[in-house]
């Protein structure tokens, strides 16, 4: 079982991208509304895979995946 970050700012997508990890067996660890949310949870949480959004408020999934690889190549 793989633990989980959700990251979009769209609620109705967290819901279902959590609907379908969950049914996968796998467990959501984290959700996530916008970069810098997202940022803080992968810092504390060290998920397994990180579902993240393009564009965002506050930063950018782009953003936000240059800074995690940073973190943890």
Do not use: C, F
């Not at 379908?20 to 660890?29: C, F, P």
């Not at 996530?32 to 408020?57: C, F, K």
């Amino acid at each position: 079982m793989s633990k989980i970050l959700i990251v979009d700012d769209s609620s109705l997508t967290r819901h279902l991208l959590g609907m379908i990890v969950k049914m996968g067996g796998h467990e959501v660890v984290g959700v996530a509304e916008d970069g810098r949310q997202a940022l803080e949870l992968y810092a504390s949480l060290r998920p397994d895979l990180v579902t993240l959004d393009w564009m965002m408020p506050n930063k950018s999934g782009e953003a936000v995946l240059k800074k995690i690889l940073q973190l943890d190549s």
